[in-house]
């Protein structure tokens, strides 16, 4: 009688043989990318604030789930990653001669928005200085940010807050900062940042754009509060990662991106670096962040596009849930790629 002989795969458990085969280069992609999923999963499932996560590697989606909140063809608050929305049209309004370069001043773009209160110096303050978040002016998010909503003239009362840097040198996370650009945006181009981000985003990347809030003045609020899709995210996503290009079409020139993710100033909260509306991470990654973890991102050298939506109503800290994130990014969606 043949002697039976424990199998080998019988000896070890699945995961740990499907294990040994990858370390031996043996696995087939198809198994390859299932472990790799079942370790985000299991990553994903310990950050009860995520909503849903978004990973596409060149053109393939490697994972997509919703395991809280609305799921991925809700439209979420962005916050504060509407932020790289306003950059990504100025490099557009730029390029279509609506603004004659980055270095043109308030007082050449938009002087209607210079009212008499606004403190001196204010006309100097440039486009990159408004789109790198290094105005100079004192901030109007954290703590100043109630006020500043509660104004009866958002671009006034920004403008005349004291110069606390000089404009261009200092980074001073803002949300004013950037509506006073998209302020100028709207200025320069006759259209509302509702209608540029739909001429040159939505439309053509057949994302929906909904309005979303407006001053008293009726300009629409450049850096919080606009609302997308996760797979709407995920687009934009694929586009900057694509040198602005999305299904064939130059949607952002590509000059422009390749601008925008050179590092101008760094984050001194969260150490990021930072260029045209783009946070840029050690790993390569470029990121637009919003409040509770909303995350656009990016790694153009890896190929891959990231979409991370999150509980818009609790805080994502860099040294709490937004550095959890980070690690998720350069951890289990890194190895992805």
Same mark, same amino acid.
């Given at each position: ?127 990159? /200085? ?8 004192? &901030?109007? %998010? $954290?703590?100043? *940010? @109630?006020?500043?909503?509660?104004? +009866? ?104 991106? /390749? ?8 984050? &001194?909260? %969260? $150490?990021?670096? *930072? @260029?045209?509306?783009?946070?840029? +991470? ?56």
């Amino acid at each position: 009688m043949r002697a039976r002989y424990p199998t080998f795969t019988g000896m070890m458990r699945r995961r740990t043989f499907n294990r040994y085969l990858m370390a031996c280069g043996l696995a087939a992609p198809s198994l390859v990318r299932a472990e790799r999923s079942d370790t985000l999963r299991a990553a994903i499932a310990g950050l009860p604030q995520l909503h849903s996560l978004q990973v596409q590697r060149n053109a393939d989606l490697l994972f997509a789930e919703a395991p809280r909140g609305p799921g991925l063809n809700a439209l979420a608050n962005i916050k504060s990653c509407s932020k790289s929305i306003v950059a990504l049209l100025l490099g557009v309004a730029i390029d279509r001669g609506a603004i004659p370069s980055v270095d043109a001043t308030l007082t050449e773009v938009a002087p209607r928005l210079l009212g008499s209160s606004a403190t001196e110096g204010a006309g100097r303050i440039t486009m990159e /200085d408004l789109v790198t978040l290094r105005a100079g002016l004192e &901030r109007m %998010s $954290g703590p100043n *940010y @109630g006020a500043w909503v509660s104004s +009866s003239n958002w671009i006034a009362h920004a403008l005349s807050r004291p110069m606390v840097a000089e404009p261009g040198t200092q980074m001073l996370y803002s949300t004013a900062s950037t509506h006073i650009l998209g302020a100028a945006l709207t200025e320069a181009t006759g259209d509302s940042l509702l209608g540029l981000a739909r001429t040159h985003l939505g439309r053509p990347m057949e994302i929906e754009i909904p309005a979303w809030t407006r001053d008293p003045q009726g300009y629409y609020l450049g850096g919080n509060q606009m609302a997308l899709r996760p797979t709407a995210m995920l687009k934009i996503a694929a586009m900057v990662r694509d040198g602005g290009v999305f299904d064939g079409r130059q949607i952002v020139p590509e000059a422009w991106i /390749d601008a925008s993710v050179e590092p101008r100033t760094r984050s &001194r909260w %969260s $150490g990021l670096s *930072y @260029g045209y509306g783009w946070f840029l +991470s050690r790993s390569g990654y470029v990121l637009a962040r919003g409040y509770g973890g909303q995350i656009i991102a990016a790694h153009r050298a890896r190929g891959l596009a990231v979409a991370i939506t999150s509980d818009p109503t609790q805080p994502a800290r860099s040294g709490g849930y937004f550095g959890d994130l980070m690690q998720l990014l350069d951890g289990p969606v890194l190895e992805m790629a």
